[in-house]
């Protein structure tokens, strides 16, 4: 190894602690490890920047473009009813989930299911926390059965086209993605529910008992229980909530049932949020944020996305007001009972708040994952359903899948015609459109392509490949596997994109070296970069369901880790059968 191979594998490992540590967003991280190895001449400009000409990056970006066409058409809002209907079981469920993830982008899938998800979990005395993990392991399961399913199968057969060798097929994938889908679901409705925590419901509540938030009212100054204690006026114990503590001007005081209540206190509540809503139709309250916004004002739920600007800041210091345009009246915060006022609470990625905001608020905030995965109405259904425009999404969508099939074009050629398309039929806006693009991921994948430069031209390919040949010994099974752990580790630790782009050249590699099809090491590559179960952070879909089924991190782990090995299991079976 020379000097450039040595700067490669260091910045490869700082770019790997930086994101575990969550120094800063992830598409920084890959560009700022980019703009190393070209300053030191590791790569050239040409190589570095070739990754924002790959046809991958522009599929994925279509791809965000349709998906977004297809939720504006209302088509998965009639989806939802068709899941809920007499008879649904958990399997029954999770099958269409797992189909519907086949074909869109599984993060509005995932967003729009949950609320629905756990009122019918609670209507059959089913604690949330048994099926929420669930919907985001068969979402992400069924995203591995096509090309256009996850965007780490559009990574690996840009890649694979780029090394000179032919695209994956539309359905190639297929015979590795509907057994391991298939596992996925039979597991997490038969042994994985029973691993599961059972949290938020017991069977003998007699209604829901909600994920706990935390929200706050205030008084008013010519309130008319002022004067009066928190017991007399019903607001210790309103319905399922407690009150938690009263702030008093830059005091904090313990909620006391005695307390008398002043003009301008404010109410800090931890339980049920529907409460809030009942509070702030009594005389004498309004929201605890601010007293100038109405009652009135449309209702939105927003999860806090890991890159977001409020990571790590209070509400104050972010001025969620001004820069959001909306105020946050409850924020429900994974398994914790937060105990500091709403405006001095530090915001975690994963946090699900509760904001109140003109309408319109989903247009403008809800088609970027930038600062949050999903923002939804609360009141209203956030889509209805348009005949016209479901049917020519849908018909787009049809078109797109039989061209990719059929091979009649490319994938990124195919793509970015659907994605026009869309606009020219008016399934969406082209604002919305360009809101849609996902600039973040596509900066994350572009810069990881540059790193793939890098470590290819400096050799570290083949002296990974050989590494890994030498653990696992001669059989091809063995190989196979040490390679599904090593993408598997790299995808829980930083991201499946970056996973697939750094370990797709060293699967290569080993195909090379003994000879065998390049196809299976690839789809090796592609299914382990997908199948994140183990972490909540190491796919979106499972961060989405953390605060609502309050999970904490070795929940994912307990139940996480047997169906990585399941499907870890099942996919190699079926390579060796199909392609060695």
Request: charged share 15%; with cysteine.
């Amino acid at each position: 190894m020379d000097v450039h191979s040595w700067v490669t594998l260091a910045t490869i490992a700082a770019i790997a602690v930086a994101l575990v540590r969550d120094v800063v967003r992830p598409d920084l991280v890959f560009l700022g490890g980019l703009g190393v190895l070209l300053v030191v001449g590791v790569i050239t400009p040409g190589e570095a920047f070739t990754g924002f000409a790959n046809p991958a990056v522009i599929a994925v970006g279509a791809l965000f473009v349709i998906a977004a066409g297809i939720e504006e058409s209302g088509v998965l809002r009639a989806f939802e009813r068709l899941l809920f209907g007499a008879g649904t079981s958990l399997p029954r469920f999770l099958i269409p989930v797992a189909g519907l993830s086949a074909f869109i982008n599984n993060t509005p899938i995932v967003a729009m299911l949950t609320q629905p998800l756990q009122r019918w979990a609670a209507r059959r005395g089913i604690a949330p926390s048994k099926v929420l993990i669930p919907l985001s392991y068969a979402a992400i399961a069924g995203g591995m059965g096509t090309l256009i399913g996850t965007s780490t199968n559009v990574i690996v057969s840009g890649l694979l086209v780029q090394d000179g060798y032919d695209s994956l097929g539309l359905f190639e994938l297929t015979w590795t993605g509907v057994p391991a889908a298939v596992v996925v679901v039979v597991f997490m409705s038969t042994i994985g529910r029973r691993l599961l925590p059972d949290r938020g419901l017991r069977q003998s509540a007699v209604r829901q008992s909600l994920p706990v938030w935390t929200f706050e009212v205030r008084v008013r100054r010519r309130a008319l229980r002022t004067g009066r204690t928190a017991t007399s006026s019903d607001l210790m114990r309103p319905g399922d909530a407690k009150l938690v503590h009263v702030r008093r001007g830059d005091f904090v005081l313990e909620a006391d049932a005695d307390m008398v209540l002043e003009p301008n206190d404010v109410l800090a509540y931890s339980g049920d949020v529907t409460v809030l809503e009942e509070l702030l139709e009594r005389p004498g309250l309004e929201p605890g944020m601010s007293v100038q916004v109405g009652k009135t004002l449309p209702l939105y739920e927003a999860v806090v996305s890991d890159t977001s600007f409020l990571v790590g800041r209070t509400l104050s210091e972010a001025q969620f007001r001004e820069r959001y345009g909306a105020v946050v009246l409850a924020v429900q915060r994974k398994t914790e009972r937060a105990r500091e006022p709403l405006g001095r609470l530090p915001i975690k990625a994963g946090d699900l708040l509760l904001v109140g905001a003109a309408e319109g608020y989903t247009d403008r905030w809800n088609a970027s994952s930038e600062e949050f995965y999903y923002v939804a109405s609360r009141r209203s259904p956030r889509t209805r359903f348009d005949r016209r425009k479901a049917y020519s999404a849908l018909a787009v969508l049809v078109v797109m899948v039989v061209a990719i099939g059929t091979r009649v074009v490319a994938l990124a050629t195919a793509a970015f015609g659907a994605a026009l398309a869309m606009i020219a039929l008016d399934c969406l806006s082209m604002d919305r459109a360009r809101r849609a693009l996902d600039l973040q991921v596509l900066m994350l994948i572009a810069a990881a392509l540059g790193l793939g430069q890098a470590v290819a031209k400096t050799g570290l390919t083949d002296g990974v490949a050989d590494v890994l040949l030498g653990l696992s010994g001669v059989g091809i099974a063995a190989v196979l596997v040490a390679l599904y752990v090593t993408t598997n580790l790299l995808t829980e630790l930083i991201t499946h994109k970056a996973a697939a782009v750094l370990m797709l050249p060293v699967a290569l590699a080993m195909a090379v070296h003994l000879g065998v099809e390049p196809k299976a090491f690839a789809l090796t590559v592609a299914v382990a970069a997908a199948a994140s179960f183990m972490t909540p952070v190491g796919y979106q879909t499972n961060l989405m369901v953390m605060a609502a089924g309050q999970y904490r991190v070795r929940d994912y782990f307990r139940v996480g880790l047997p169906v990585s090995l399941l499907v870890m299991v099942t996919s190699i079976i079926v390579i060796l059968l199909k392609w060695v």
